[in-house]
């Protein structure tokens, strides 16, 4: 079979000149190597806590996988390394040499790898790192949205030969132990999030400023009447079912409107859109990637309306007291769902329901008593539990743990 690499950033490049020590030489702290598909803006903050809060050599080996824009690292290192896509039976795998390459004392102490049963590269890393020394790590949701009895005893099989597996929260992690999926002395968890640089207190300055007014005066939007979506506009997240629901309430609520906000096609929305006949009630703005900017459209908005496939963007959301609409069938969902609950911060509707969903829609859009306990919640519910130095601190448990009592990093 033929691989042929990946599409990537083509406008950015990650090759960091790496001090000697980091792969050679005396060193007085933990060398730590993340293989990642990406390196994405919402994890600068999490690797600069490990490196400035812990003082780990942090490296970032990334492939560019294509719809995810990467960014240039501070505060530690970066390299690019094109991973390779192959074609097998209708699916897609992925051979990554990197993961390879660092799993070797003169590389790494510890290799932190993709967990995802796609690449092809992972088990043989994962044998490597025994042979080496290296201690490895396994991060990732440690479920997948399209399960099978062969992918799920594939990623538990790796599970046994890595050192650690750290899961993107601790329902996850207690769910796999309890299945016995995961011994317990090598589950972890790093509660995924990212950081918007904000705090409650500037959320709540924010929202009462005449700098808001006058954005939202420029930019023509009605707070109470505005649906927001942030992410990309992939047909598995089902911004289609918006429209329609947008359709459904148009005699009821003619202010009603659509504020879409990412990369991909809009070609096919724009479409149903028009086909639905509210094409001039819905906005496509294309990628934002200010976090500060569209956290003012947050603060702009109704409601996140999220269909399907909802994942860290509702952290995103949260931390600007934006509450959630979306379905209520975990299992498809990202793992950071959990972080939902239904009333409190969120509504949420049968999965594929039309009906169900224009019923959420219509409460978010009137009840104003629900609307304040629920911004509220969500706003001051992601502050302490939803930040990536937390994410920093348990990921640097995980570390601190594979690697055992007598390797610990000098500055814990």
């Given at each position: 079979?033929?691989?042929?690499?990946?599409?990537?950033?083509?406008?950015?490049?990650?090759d960091?000149a790496?001090?000697?020590?980091?792969?050679t030489?005396?060193?007085?702290?933990?060398?730590?190597?993340f293989?990642q598909?990406?390196?994405?803006?919402?994890?600068?903050?999490f690797?600069?806590?490990?490196?400035r809060?812990?003082?780990?050599?942090?490296?970032?080996i990334?492939?560019g996988e294509?719809?995810?824009?990467?960014?240039q690292?501070?505060?530690?290192?970066?390299?690019?390394?094109?991973?390779?896509?192959?074609?097998?039976?209708?699916?897609?795998?992925?051979?990554?040499?990197t993961?390879?390459?660092?799993?070797?004392r003169r590389?790494?102490d510890?290799?932190?790898?993709?967990?995802n049963?796609?690449?092809?590269?992972?088990?043989?890393?994962?044998?490597?790192?025994?042979?080496?020394?290296?201690?490895?790590?396994l991060?990732?949701h440690?479920?997948?949205?399209?399960?099978?009895?062969?992918?799920k005893?594939?990623?538990?099989?790796?599970?046994?030969?890595?050192?650690?597996?750290?899961?993107?929260?601790r329902?996850?992690?207690?769910?796999?132990?309890?299945?016995?999926?995961?011994?317990?002395d090598?589950?972890f968890?790093?509660?995924?999030?990212?950081?918007?640089?904000?705090?409650?207190?500037?959320?709540?300055?924010?929202?009462?400023s005449?700098?808001?007014?006058?954005?939202?005066?420029?930019?023509q939007?009605?707070?109470?009447?505005?649906?927001?979506?942030?992410s990309?506009?992939?047909?598995?997240?089902?911004?289609?079912?918006?429209?329609?629901?947008?359709?459904?309430?148009?005699?009821?609520?003619?202010d009603l409107?659509?504020?879409?906000?990412?990369?991909?096609?809009?070609?096919?929305?724009r479409?149903?859109?028009?086909r639905?006949?509210?094409?001039?009630?819905?906005?496509?703005?294309?990628?934002?990637?200010?976090y500060?900017?569209?956290?003012?459209y947050?603060?702009s908005?109704?409601?996140?309306?999220?269909?399907?496939?909802?994942?860290?963007?509702?952290?995103?959301?949260?931390?600007?007291?934006l509450?959630?609409?979306?379905?209520?069938?975990?299992?498809?969902?990202?793992?950071?769902?959990v972080?939902?609950?239904?009333?409190q911060?969120?509504?949420?509707y049968q999965?594929g329901s039309?009906?169900?969903?224009?019923?959420?829609?219509r409460?978010?859009?009137?009840?104003?008593?629900w609307?304040a306990?629920?911004?509220?919640?969500a706003?001051?519910?992601?502050?302490?539990?939803?930040?990536?130095?937390?994410m920093?601190d348990?990921?640097?448990?995980a570390?601190?743990?594979?690697?055992?009592?007598?390797?610990r990093?000098?500055?814990?």
């Amino acid at each position: 079979m033929d691989s042929r690499p990946a599409q990537h950033d083509q406008a950015v490049s990650h090759d960091h000149a790496v001090p000697q020590e980091f792969e050679t030489g005396e060193r007085t702290t933990v060398r730590a190597v993340f293989q990642q598909p990406s390196l994405a803006a919402y994890r600068i903050a999490f690797y600069q806590h490990l490196a400035r809060d812990y003082a780990y050599q942090i490296r970032v080996i990334h492939g560019g996988e294509a719809g995810i824009r990467s960014v240039q690292p501070e505060g530690f290192f970066a390299a690019h390394e094109p991973l390779s896509q192959i074609p097998f039976l209708g699916k897609r795998l992925i051979w990554h040499g990197t993961q390879l390459r660092y799993a070797t004392r003169r590389q790494s102490d510890v290799l932190v790898l993709v967990w995802n049963t796609q690449f092809l590269s992972l088990l043989p890393a994962l044998i490597r790192c025994r042979i080496t020394g290296v201690r490895s790590i396994l991060w990732g949701h440690g479920y997948s949205k399209r399960e099978g009895w062969l992918r799920k005893k594939a990623r538990f099989l790796m599970a046994r030969i890595a050192n650690g597996c750290v899961f993107y929260t601790r329902v996850h992690r207690d769910r796999a132990v309890a299945a016995g999926l995961v011994h317990p002395d090598k589950a972890f968890y790093a509660t995924n999030a990212m950081d918007t640089q904000v705090t409650p207190a500037e959320v709540d300055d924010r929202r009462g400023s005449q700098e808001l007014l006058d954005f939202q005066q420029r930019n023509q939007i009605r707070p109470q009447q505005t649906l927001l979506y942030v992410s990309r506009l992939g047909p598995e997240n089902r911004l289609d079912l918006a429209l329609k629901a947008m359709h459904e309430l148009a005699d009821e609520c003619p202010d009603l409107e659509l504020i879409v906000i990412g990369d991909g096609s809009q070609q096919p929305l724009r479409e149903e859109a028009d086909r639905l006949g509210i094409a001039q009630r819905v906005r496509f703005l294309g990628p934002i990637y200010d976090y500060r900017q569209v956290g003012d459209y947050m603060l702009s908005a109704r409601a996140m309306i999220y269909p399907d496939n909802i994942g860290l963007s509702l952290v995103h959301a949260m931390q600007f007291g934006l509450p959630v609409i979306t379905h209520g069938d975990g299992d498809v969902h990202g793992p950071e769902f959990v972080y939902l609950h239904d009333e409190q911060n969120s509504l949420l509707y049968q999965r594929g329901s039309l009906p169900d969903l224009v019923r959420v829609v219509r409460r978010a859009i009137h009840d104003d008593a629900w609307h304040a306990q629920a911004s509220h919640h969500a706003l001051h519910q992601s502050s302490p539990q939803y930040s990536t130095k937390r994410m920093a601190d348990e990921f640097h448990h995980a570390i601190c743990s594979v690697r055992g009592p007598r390797q610990r990093n000098p500055k814990t």
